[in-house]
């Protein structure tokens, strides 16, 4: 059972930028995929952004330009780069990771708790 900790969050400015940082319990090089869901007050949770293994990416067209996904298999960590930040990027955001045999299509295997991002206007 792979635990994953989120991090990083907090509230800035419409504008600018924040990393979130997602530190898994044991080796991620097995996991197929990670991502980041987010998740705002009276909406669905939505898939923004995801990795795997070989380095294939996905974002979110919301997102797309201004976010970037990365992961550190040496420190067991997957990170989300996000710039321009607007007031609609406001919401909880969870770390996510897929088994090998899934895909992000799928519902993820292990989540994390969340990490609250807020911008203001």
Do not use: H
């Not at 710039?83 to 955001?93: G, H, Q, V």
């Amino acid at each position: 059972q792979v635990q994953l900790v989120e991090s990083g969050g907090g509230l800035v400015q419409a504008g600018g930028s924040l990393r979130l940082s997602c530190a898994a319990s044991e080796s991620i090089f097995s996991i197929r995929a990670m991502g980041w869901y987010r998740q705002a007050p009276g909406k669905e949770r939505e898939l923004v952004a995801a990795i795997y293994r070989g380095g294939n990416t996905y974002y979110a067209d919301s997102v797309k330009d201004r976010f970037t996904t990365s992961r550190d298999n040496a420190k067991n960590t997957l990170y989300l780069q996000m710039n321009s930040l607007k007031p609609e990027d406001t919401a909880m955001y969870y770390c996510a990771a897929w088994a090998v045999g899934t895909t992000i299509q799928t519902i993820p295997s292990f989540w994390g708790q969340g990490t609250q991002v807020t911008v203001s206007s």
